[in-house]
T-cell receptor, first 116, second 112 residues
Framework: GAVVSQHPSRVICKSGTSVKIECRSL??????MFWYRQFPKQSLMLMAT?????????EQGVEKDKFLINHASLTLSTLTVTSAHPEDSSFYIC????????????FGDGTRLSIL | GQQVMQIPQYQHVQEGEDFTTYCNSS?????IQWYKQRPGGHPVFLIQ?????EVKKQKRLTFQFGEAKKNSSLHITATQTTDVGTYFC????????????FGQGTTLQVKP
């Protein structure tokens, strides 16, 4: 159980393109989803917390107009990187959590984004 | 802000040797979780510790939560090549935001 699907797994696109990443909880309802960014050989950096039906809460230094998050249902959250530039190239991972702030997070497989 | 420090950053061991990673928080944690990320993969939840002084075992893995709930450790007995990966501790602070604060991770390499 507790499977999270993240799509696409890899994106290569030109600078200026907007990229949408989907995160789905397949077998449970995720009241909260999290979006992380991970640089090579580094830890996970939380970008934003997404609660179903409400606006995402962004961490300090993360541009909300750059990284658009939508959590329209209990099983789907999307992250759109708008007008991506090479410095946005990274590994983006989502996680989903069932109701309860202390529940474990279940991670998607991640999306490797490369902006040329 | 709240920080979770994890050491060592890297550890190379011979197969069969033991391995320990340590996690320290700047503030008291309500609980601590451990995750494992294989190379090229995503973090996978291993365990959660909640009580002060709690010890939990999963086969060759032993997890401890300190009495003051500010530190934790993961010990692997007789490592195997399948233990290779990065182990992250992550804690919830006293606030109820639900955000996890991740340590930097310890990357374990096991030589066969």
């Amino acid at each position: 159980g507790a499977v999270v699907s993240q799509h696409p797994s890899r994106v290569i696109c030109k600078s200026g393109t907007s990229v949408k990443i989907e995160c789905r909880s397949l077998d449970f309802q995720a009241t909260t989803m999290f979006w992380y960014r991970q640089f090579p050989k580094q830890s996970l950096m939380l970008m934003a917390t997404s609660n179903e039906g409400s606006k995402a809460t962004y961490e300090q230094g993360v541009e909300k107009d750059k990284f658009l998050i939508n959590h329209a249902s209990l099983t789907l959250s999307t992250l759109t990187v708008t007008s991506a530039h090479p410095e946005d190239s990274s590994f983006y991972i989502c996680s989903a959590r069932e109701r309860g702030a202390r529940q474990p997070q279940h991670f998607g497989d991640g999306t490797r984004l490369s902006i040329l | 802000g709240q920080q979770v420090m994890q050491i060592p950053q890297y550890q190379h061991v011979q197969e069969g040797e033991d391995f320990t990673t340590y996690c320290n928080s700047s503030t008291t944690l309500s609980n601590i979780q451990w995750y494992k990320q294989r190379p090229g993969g995503h973090p996978v939840f291993l365990i959660q510790l909640v009580k002060s002084g709690e010890v939990k075992k999963q086969k060759r893995l032993t997890f401890q939560f300190g009495e003051a709930k500010k530190n934790s450790s993961l010990h692997i007995t007789a490592t195997q090549t399948t233990d290779v990966g990065t182990y992250f501790c992550a804690g919830h602070g006293s606030s109820n935001t639900g955000k996890l604060i991740f340590g930097q991770g310890t990357t374990l390499q096991v030589k066969p």
